[in-house]
């Protein structure tokens, strides 16, 4: 099955600065990739999503890049504020598959 | 539109004994996903159902088993429980487009802890 690598576990920013976490996948059918943000003791929200038919796609301070012949893709959030951190998944899908195969996440902390 | 909503938000089990847990969509959401989140594991897909069929199961044991009903709800139940059964359980909902890759929202979850 699909196997989602997460990185890093843990990232530390300043405020305003930007933070990068990268995710690989292993199934090359693979062809749906969100991201999620998990507060503290709450549900895990849609931040953005790409298909493989686009290899960039921006939503104000945050984008997503794909990378097909690498099999990776990577979340930038720009201009981090507090209220960014949080716990970030990533997670990639199959046509047919009806399922979500998640990474591990990554802790956000922006420091003030 | 109100969100996934799920029931109970809490609840404390002994080993051996099962649970219930319940799930309603997004209102129009035909697909239900469940996903089991720990600590040590992460987020892991449980099962999928559309029009109360299981679409997609994951790799865990037969005691966890789930259903749909005609109005989309969806309840998974959890047998002969253990101690490692102990986490969050995530419901989550999508429209159902042919690919099955419609955006999946998720609901508030349901804390289970075994003892």
């Known amino acids: 099955g699909e196997n989602v690598e997460q990185h890093p576990s843990t990232l530390s920013v300043q405020e305003g600065d930007s933070a990068v976490i990268k995710c690989t996948y292993s199934d090359s059918a693979s062809n749906y990739f969100p991201w999620y943000k998990q507060e503290l003791g709450k549900r895990p929200q849609l931040i953005i999503d790409?298909?493989?038919?686009?290899g960039e796609k921006k939503d104000q301070r945050i984008a997503v890049t794909l990378n097909k012949t690498a099999k990776h893709f990577s979340l930038h959030i720009t201009e981090t504020q507090p209220e960014d951190s949080a716990v970030y998944f990533c997670a990639a899908s199959k046509r047919g598959d009806y399922k979500l195969s998640f990474g591990a996440g990554t802790t956000v902390t922006v420091r003030a | 539109k109100a969100g996934v909503t799920q029931t109970p938000r809490y609840l404390i089990k002994t080993r051996g004994q099962q649970v219930t847990l319940s799930c309603s969509p997004i209102?129009?959401?035909?697909?239900v996903s469940w996903y089991q989140q720990t600590p040590g594991q992460g987020l892991q897909f449980l099962f999928e159902?559309?029009?109360?069929?299981?679409?997609n199961k994951g790799n865990f044991p037969g005691r966890f088993s789930g259903r749909q009903f005609s109005n989309s709800r969806s309840e998974m139940n959890v047998s002969t429980l253990e101690l490692g059964d102990s986490a969050l359980y995530l419901c989550?909902?999508?429209?159902?487009?042919?690919?099955?890759?419609?955006?999946?929202?998720f609901g508030p979850g349901t804390r289970l802890l075994v003892l």
């Open positions: 159902y559309f029009s109360e069929t299981q679409r």
């Open positions: 790409i298909r493989s038919n686009v």
């Open positions: 989550a909902s999508s429209l159902v487009p042919s690919d099955g890759q419609e955006t999946q929202y």
């Open positions: 209102s129009g959401h035909r697909s």
